[in-house]
């Protein structure tokens, strides 16, 4: 996981509204997930392209598929 950097804002404002989300946020982790995929196809491209092609690895490439479990017994 990337480390996370909290700045403080240089604003006017007297008021500043975030939304934070944990470490094991599901968007959080899809977050992580482009990141990583954003950075393998650039070390990629780079190797085999000499250069880095445009891709759009954002988070919405995450899709959670719920699955039946099977219980599966070994004979």
Do not use: W
């Amino acid at each position: 996981m990337f480390p996370i950097v909290i700045s403080p804002l240089q604003t006017a404002d007297e008021v500043e509204i975030v939304e934070r989300k944990g470490i094991g946020h599901p968007d959080t982790i899809c977050d992580a997930l482009a990141e990583t995929l954003s950075r393998n196809l650039c070390q990629e491209y780079q190797r085999r392209f000499g250069e880095i092609l445009h891709h759009n690895a954002t988070r919405r490439c995450c899709v959670a598929v719920a699955q039946p479990r099977r219980l599966e017994v070994a004979v």
